[in-house]
């Protein structure tokens, strides 16, 4: 098979880790005899730097053209500490998100029994943890209306939701639950915003479509506690764009760090496959990030390809590096391998 | 000394709750000799059953005349499942803390070596945790205009922030630092969201009238997981209204149960203590509900009339309680106490 991958490395970490993904997919190309073909773009504080676009036009058509695009991070400190910039490397992925109306971000967390040390939390309230969260990327307080006075005085940031931007996402999230343990929550805080109430009104019209989906409303700041004392109880986990933001890194700490998931996001146009965490600029050229959650960024992107065994074969050997110990720093700061190294021993495993 | 107190009992577990605190404040004004006077009043459900006004306005005007405000909890399944429903409980909560200018809700999170079994958290994550949240409360996407037409179709919320109401909390949270271990970290989504840029400049700002207090600055969505994973960097939390509800609720599940905490919201009329937990509809009625956040919203409270002795005594109480296993069915659903029970306990002890 012939695929034509578009990489964009983007900031801090996002290099290094993304790296080690591109070599375990040559290992499982070579193995299955296929042809990835990588077109490396710009984005985010580089692409700013060199071009003083955080996006530039050249990097939106290869990815439009491309058959998925492979993400890093995005950020850099010196526009974290600087407010009053008005450019800055997160407006390139947001851009990307509303330009490929990437509109459902998509991101499982399971649990390993072998892996249960790795968590921060106790064993008891991992066992049977399997859910995923389908959050919102290209509506909401995101791409609303951003004013800033000149002085500094006074911002605001708009909320909007359609019905139709609730719809579509809804509908993935409940097809999911459908072939999946038939259970949807929606996360949202109707007891206080307009726009939460018109996502749980549409999630109730939509769901006498799905009349064997059981469907669940919480509010987002008991959610959180729910996704700590009780994962358990979730399936699939659906949520606007801010909420989701947050719910989501939640509920990554349950599997031990942040650094060890996927997600996938997809739209009408080309998907695109970046690990949960960001550019962890103290980290970066350390070779001390956490590759995992590219690398399965990558298996999701295979699996997306419809290449489920070359997929699993990726997990299996992710499963095998952790559960022997072969972890990074985030994991282990005692006994901890190099990123690099554990691209090499994944890549060797597949 | 005479303290004359609103009492809002509020819905589902909030009147169970609130009287366990009544009387270990009975307790106290007995042996201390002081006289704590309570005033009822409606709000929320059940005052929108009887008045069809969530705050009644002679509920706000005994408010506005007492010494303290004390609460318990606020909304109903009827409301929870009515997104089309236009007066809704919260409203009650909501339109008194923006009344009484209540700006600033502290939510103070502290972990004690004996209740580490309480906690979903592993032990190593829980040593030497001692940290304070500060949530701006009457601004933000909460009281920004709403919207929401009438055939469902679009919804939006604004978010404001002014220069001065960041000022006036940021000035609290860098006192409270000041005279604790120095340190503010502001809790923002500055790359996504134009008021969140203003809180960054607001906070780098002010921080040159406090050259002892170390500020840093952390995403929401990152804040969420190092609160989980390294709660022990934190000393003072900021943070806006939104970001702030769900931050301080992530915060709570490191003790073992939201059941627990206390907080305080101060203004610039009269204070009003609350347990940081829900009205838990489906256990109201059992005498199931954890009473100690309430018991501790107390203690606040008398720490607030500067009855520090007393309020130290209460949290003796409390900390003996959970030492020697009389806990509520949220901490432990086997071996677990009524609320009642723990509410005699505590109040016998002190
Ligand atoms: C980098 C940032 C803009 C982004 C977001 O907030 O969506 C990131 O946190 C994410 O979750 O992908
Ligand atoms: C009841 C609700 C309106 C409230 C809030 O969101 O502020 C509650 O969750 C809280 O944190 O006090």
Redesign the pocket.
Known sequence: MVKNIAVILGDGIGPEVTQQAIRVLNAIAEQFRHQFNYTYCLMGAGAIEKTGNPLPSETLEICKKSDAILFGAIGHPRFDNDPTADVRPEQGLLKLRQELQLFANIRPVSTDPALFHLSPLKSKYLEDVDFVVYRELTGGIYFGEKKINETYTEASDLCIYTRSEIERIAHLAFQSAKQRKKKLTLID?A??LATSRLWRKVVKDLSHQYKDVKVEYL?A?NAAVQIIINPKQFDVILTENLLGDFISDVAATIGGSIGLLPSASVGVSTSLFEPIHGSYPQAAGKDIANPIGSILSAAMMLEYFQLTEEASLIRSGVAWALGNGFVTKDIDPVNYYFTSTIGELISDFV
């Open positions: 805080k007891n206080v509010y700041d």
